[in-house]
């Protein structure tokens, strides 16, 4: 028998267009029925703000630190906020930080899984904790030795980059600042830890990538609501092309793997047949993680330090200062090399970087509540309940002027006391343990974060040797707070710049 035709009315209700609004109508109504909770006793202040679902989440993006500190002023240093469908418990006291790290009913993988499954399509994850701890693993290879390696690769890779650039006549080449370190920083990135195509068309291979990555990052933050990825335009379509060139089959035409690279594959193939698409998944995330915040920091310090010639004046003077010691000299070409401990010797360098980091990184520390648990607090216990995300938020510390004197000012030298790194902080006249928090804390700090600040050293040092940068815009760049509560907030405009070959080397 054929089937019974539909009648004429629920024709429309059944086309794609019709169960797409169906879902839309759903998810609306779902998320009305979320934001209707009110406060039990026992549990810090909340507050939802008057839109369904968003709650505060516009007025938080619009001035993180003055609203934060209003509401502080207002309720304390615990309250819970609506924001984007989720309630979140921020804890602004950083003497609380440790107490909320150790709490055994927080958990941090729970809420990276979500994540992973909702920005990558990583599904196995959320079943499979023994995948999950041999991925972790893999980390101990960008410490160490193996950071060492890595460093080597950086070296080579900036050498390809800009080695052609030295051999030109040294005539102001304009470019737009975020552009050139997007470009820098994902090419250099990539070679590093993935190596370099096989094919002839590498150049053609590493746009290509680099373009759909970096559409593919500007949708993060819808990724990460509960917004289905099917109505977020052509992003799912884009997430599916950039997990193919990612495939098993498909980095096998890639040579020059990192160690750490080559570990994550072999675990991945125990647990997935070898032609499984969510392998390139798992490396769509380890690439993100490996760019995403390094490019801002790029910028942010570039930025900085051409508004500041003072400082870029500084660095110039230790960096000669280096290389003298180390009897190298400026020749033809692209000829220093910098050892990792030299790097570190580099303590205005360093200084400079952490300044960026403390300006323009609005991180949150966040922990899914996997049961009922009680929060102790200097002013009383507050009950969190099951389902719920608490959150440390260290950019309020980062602003605090009773910590860091004009806090709003960029300061390159705020971090080195008598030539020295400095490490003396105070709140309240104790001694802070933590002071700058932008790659986390605990066992969530983030694992890359050797790998990424000695790769924006390493980019520093060869545009502070080796070129003259100018500034062209005069106006005030500030940040976008389009990703206020994941990682470092990019600029809410390009620059421009002018760069050269310095004239004299000796």
Same mark, same amino acid.
């Given at each position: 028998?054929?089937?019974?035709?539909?009648?004429?009315?629920?024709?429309?209700?059944?086309?794609?267009?019709?169960?797409?609004?169906?879902?839309?109508?759903? *998810?609306? +109504? $779902?998320?009305?029925?979320?934001?209707?909770?009110?406060?039990?006793?026992? &549990? %810090?202040? @909340?507050? /939802?703000?008057?839109?369904?679902?968003?709650?505060?989440?516009?007025?938080?993006?619009?001035?993180?630190?003055?609203?934060?500190?209003?509401?502080?002023?207002?309720?304390?240093?615990?309250?819970?906020?609506?924001?984007?469908?989720?309630?979140?418990?921020?804890?602004?006291?950083?003497?609380?930080?440790?107490?909320?790290?150790?709490?055994?009913?927080?958990?941090?993988?729970?809420?990276?899984?979500?994540?992973?499954?909702?920005?990558?399509?990583?599904?196995?994850?959320?079943?499979?904790?023994?995948?999950?701890?041999?991925?972790?693993?893999?980390?101990?290879?960008?410490?160490?030795?193996? *950071?060492? +390696? $890595?460093?080597?690769?950086?070296?080579?890779?900036?050498?390809?980059?800009? &080695? %052609?650039? @030295?051999? /030109?006549?040294?005539?102001?080449?304009?470019?737009?600042?975020?552009?050139?370190?997007?470009?820098?920083?994902?090419?250099?990135?990539?070679?590093?830890?993935?190596?370099?195509?096989?094919?002839?068309?590498?150049?053609?291979?590493?746009?290509?990538?680099?373009?759909?990555?970096?559409?593919?990052?500007?949708?993060?933050?819808?990724?990460?609501?509960?917004?289905?990825?099917?109505?977020?335009?052509?992003?799912?379509?884009?997430?599916?092309?950039?997990?193919?060139?990612?495939?098993?089959?498909?980095?096998?035409?890639?040579?020059?793997?990192?160690?750490?690279?080559?570990?994550?594959?072999?675990?991945?193939?125990?647990?997935?047949?070898?032609?499984?698409?969510?392998?390139?998944?798992?490396?769509?995330?380890?690439?993100?993680?490996?760019?995403?915040?390094?490019?801002?920091?790029?910028?942010?310090?570039?930025y900085y330090l051409l508004r500041h010639p003072e400082a870029m004046a500084v660095l110039r003077d230790e960096i000669d200062h280096l290389l003298q010691s180390?009897?190298?000299?400026?020749?033809?070409?692209?000829?220093?090399?910098?050892?990792?401990?030299?790097?570190?010797?580099?303590?205005?360098?360093?200084?400079?970087?952490?300044?960026?980091?403390?300006?323009?990184?609005?991180?949150?520390?966040?922990?899914?509540?996997?049961?009922?648990?009680?929060?102790?607090?200097?002013?009383?216990?507050?009950?969190?309940?099951?389902?719920?995300?608490?959150?440390?938020?260290?950019?309020?510390?980062?602003?605090?002027?009773?910590?860091?004197?004009?806090?709003?000012?960029?300061?390159?030298?705020?971090?080195?006391?008598?030539?020295?790194?400095?490490?003396n902080f105070f709140k309240g006249g104790k001694r802070l343990k933590h002071y700058v928090l932008p790659f986390g804390m605990g066992a969530s700090k983030c694992?890359?974060?050797?790998?990424?600040?000695?790769?924006?050293?390493?980019?520093?040092?060869?545009?502070?040797?080796?070129?003259?940068?100018?500034?062209?815009?005069?106006?005030?760049?500030?940040?976008?707070?389009?990703?206020?509560?994941?990682?470092?907030?990019?600029?809410?405009?390009?620059?421009?710049?002018?760069?050269?070959?310095?004239?004299?080397?000796?």
């Amino acid at each position: 028998m054929g089937r019974l035709p539909l009648e004429p009315w629920l024709q429309p209700l059944l086309s794609p267009a019709g169960l797409a609004l169906a879902a839309a109508l759903l *998810l609306l +109504l $779902l998320l009305w029925l979320r934001g209707r909770r009110t406060r039990r006793p026992g &549990e %810090p202040p @909340l507050l /939802k703000g008057w839109l369904p679902y968003f709650g505060l989440a516009l007025k938080l993006q619009k001035d993180p630190i003055g609203f934060m500190r209003t509401l502080q002023n207002q309720h304390g240093d615990t309250f819970t906020l609506l924001l984007g469908g989720k309630y979140i418990t921020f804890i602004l006291d950083p003497y609380q930080y440790q107490l909320v790290m150790k709490n055994q009913k927080l958990s941090f993988r729970m809420f990276s899984k979500n994540i992973l499954k909702k920005v990558f399509s990583i599904q196995k994850l959320m079943t499979d904790d023994d995948l999950n701890d041999e991925l972790h693993d893999c980390y101990k290879l960008l410490q160490g030795k193996s *950071l060492d +390696l $890595l460093m080597e690769n950086v070296t080579q890779n900036l050498h390809q980059v800009f &080695e %052609p650039k @030295l051999f /030109k006549t040294t005539n102001w080449e304009m470019a737009y600042l975020l552009t050139f370190c997007s470009s820098v920083i994902f090419e250099t990135t990539f070679a590093t830890i993935y190596g370099k195509s096989a094919a002839g068309d590498r150049k053609e291979f590493i746009t290509e990538l680099k373009n759909d990555f970096f559409k593919f990052d500007a949708k993060f933050i819808y990724l990460l609501s509960d917004i289905p990825i099917e109505l977020l335009g052509n992003v799912k379509s884009i997430q599916k092309k950039l997990i193919r060139h990612l495939t098993s089959e498909n980095l096998a035409n890639i040579q020059g793997w990192s160690e750490v690279v080559q570990m994550r594959q072999d675990i991945l193939e125990k647990y997935y047949t070898f032609k499984d698409f969510e392998i390139g998944a798992h490396h769509l995330g380890f690439l993100w993680a490996s760019v995403a915040n390094t490019i801002p920091t790029m910028f942010w310090t570039i930025y900085y330090l051409l508004r500041h010639p003072e400082a870029m004046a500084v660095l110039r003077d230790e960096i000669d200062h280096l290389l003298q010691s180390t009897g190298q000299k400026q020749g033809s070409g692209f000829s220093i090399h910098i050892t990792r401990e030299q790097l570190d010797s580099l303590v205005y360098l360093e200084s400079a970087i952490l300044e960026a980091l403390r300006l323009c990184s609005f991180s949150s520390i966040i922990r899914f509540v996997q049961e009922d648990l009680t929060l102790p607090s200097e002013t009383g216990d507050y009950l969190i309940r099951k389902g719920d995300l608490v959150a440390i938020f260290p950019p309020l510390m980062h602003h605090d002027p009773e910590i860091f004197e004009a806090p709003e000012e960029y300061q390159f030298d705020r971090f080195v006391e008598n030539g020295k790194k400095k490490t003396n902080f105070f709140k309240g006249g104790k001694r802070l343990k933590h002071y700058v928090l932008p790659f986390g804390m605990g066992a969530s700090k983030c694992p890359g974060r050797f790998l990424a600040i000695n790769e924006i050293k390493q980019l520093l040092v060869v545009l502070l040797t080796y070129f003259d940068l100018e500034i062209m815009d005069d106006k005030p760049v500030q940040l976008d707070y389009g990703r206020f509560l994941i990682g470092i907030q990019y600029p809410d405009s390009d620059v421009l710049f002018r760069y050269k070959v310095k004239s004299q080397r000796s």
